[in-house]
Nanobody, 115 residues
């Protein structure tokens, strides 16, 4: 069956870094876009970054210059390198995969930025 395996979340101090990964398997349709969303307490889920099958990236304003999204075609994986983390980045981060068929969401991984 379809699996989106997320990893890399955890607790870091302000200014620290984390690298999130999401490995997709079992998807039968062509993937058009992969990305990351996040949801903080008392807030709506919001886009963090996406990358299309052609390599075009899109970033939310609040992460530009700090985060970088990339993909590994061979491993069907999307990564999010997060640098200069702030307490405001604390949230559950969700992997998202858009295909020509169904779309998929990961179960979420917690990122906590605190001193």
């Amino acid at each position: 069956q379809v699996q989106l395996v997320e990893s890399g979340g955890g607790l870091v101090q302000p200014g620290g870094s984390l690298r999130l990964s999401c490995a997709a398997s079992g998807i039968r349709y062509s993937i058009s876009r992969m990305g990351w969303y996040r949801q903080a307490p008392r807030k709506q889920r919001e886009l963090v970054a996406t990358i299309t099958s052609g390599g075009t990236t899109d970033y939310a304003d609040f992460v530009k210059g700090r985060f970088a999204i990339s993909r590994d075609r061979a491993k069907n994986t999307v990564n999010l390198q997060m640098n200069s983390l702030k307490p405001e980045d604390t949230a559950v981060y969700y992997c998202n995969v858009v295909t020509w068929g169904p779309d998929y969401w990961g179960q979420g991984t917690q990122v906590t930025v605190s001193s």
